[in-house]
């Protein structure tokens, strides 16, 4: 079976300043990750994903994520947080191969104050 | 930009009726999903089309849900009856016929937000 882990419900951060929205997965296989943010009473916005190659992958909006296999996390990055970033965050995880279903996370709130 | 669409966007219902949303995909998209979303946690499959095809119903509650997409485009879910645990968010999503259905990124609707009194 396979899951994903988000250890933060909410992340606090001041406007200017880096954020990180932690994930770590488990899947039996090559993962598949993904980030996607939610604004209230949206659906899901897709933001990056990691295949395969480069373990630094780069998204929409200056999001950026690391790959890290030996410690299987899947961390959310941004150099210079914005306000309008505050949103909910979802990791997810699918296995590469055929059909194999997305399981996300409960999510992580982030919230960027002025 | 192309959107999934869904509807309703709320739906207000009394345990015991049946309810219904519809979901159209983006143009062209093979794959179909449909996602429940309990308050304060992320979206869980309960159903998905490749095509009219359903390829996973695993974690679908077959006794009072049932989906369709007879013709590969839009798509129905159904609650008959619904009941209290039910309320939630209905997600809708879809994604590219190319290449593998577990890499290529998801594009959600809006949902439906359920509400069973």
């Known amino acids: 079976a396979q899951s994903v882990a988000q250890p933060e419900d909410q992340v606090n951060v001041a406007e200017g300043n880096p954020l990180t929205v932690k994930c770590t997965y488990s899947?039996?296989?090559?993962?598949?990750l993904f980030w996607y943010v939610q604004y209230p009473n949206r659906g899901l916005q897709f933001l990056l994903k990691y295949i395969t190659g480069d373990n630094l992958v780069k998204g929409s909006y200056g999001f950026e994520a690391e790959f890290n296999k030996s410690q299987t996390s899947f961390h959310l990055k941004k150099p210079s947080a914005l306000v309008s970033d505050s949103a909910l965050y979802f990791c997810a995880v699918s296995l590469n191969s055929g059909y194999s279903t997305l399981t996300f996370g409960k999510g992580t709130m982030l919230l960027v104050s002025p | 930009e192309a959107e999934v669409a869904q509807s309703p966007r709320y739906k207000i219902t009394e345990k015991s009726q049946a309810v219904a949303f519809w979901c159209d995909p983006i143009s062209g998209h093979a794959t179909l999903y449909w996602y429940r979303q309990i308050l304060g946690q992320g979206p869980e499959l309960l159903v998905q089309?490749?095509?009219?095809?359903?390829?996973?119903d695993s974690q679908l509650p077959k006794d009072r849900f049932s989906a369709e997409r007879l013709k590969g485009v839009d798509s129905t879910l159904k609650i008959q009856p619904a009941e209290l645990g039910d309320s939630a968010m209905y997600l809708c999503a879809s994604s590219l016929r190319t290449g593998s259905p577990s890499y290529n990124e998801q594009f959600f609707g809006p949902g439906t937000r359920l509400t069973v009194l």
């Open positions: 899947v039996s296989g090559n993962p598949y």
């Open positions: 089309f490749q095509d009219e095809s359903v390829v996973d």
